[in-house]
């Protein structure tokens, strides 16, 4: 079964929210975008008119995932 980037991503941005790694000010929304990335309610190509600190988290959990 093929994992798709966007599961890997909501992944990684879980581990992140666990490990407390995120900033308290884009904790709830990082975790909404996490679930509807997994879901397939949201694709990454669509995260373009994000809050600059999510969209930095987001870049960083793709980087993450891509290495």
């Known amino acids: 079964m093929e994992v798709n980037k966007e599961s890997l991503v909501a992944d990684e ?3 992140m929210f666990l490990a ?12 909404n975008i996490s ?11 669509r995260l ?3 809050d600059v600190f999510i969209k930095e988290t987001v ?3 793709l980087r993450r995932v891509e290495q």
């Open 48 to 50: 373009s008119g994000e």
């Open 13 to 15: 941005l879980h581990r």
């Open 59 to 61: 870049n960083e959990a």
């Open 35 to 45: 679930e509807r990335l997994r879901n397939g309610d949201l694709s990454l190509d």
């Open 20 to 31: 407390g790694e995120l900033q308290i000010t884009v904790e709830e929304d990082i975790n």
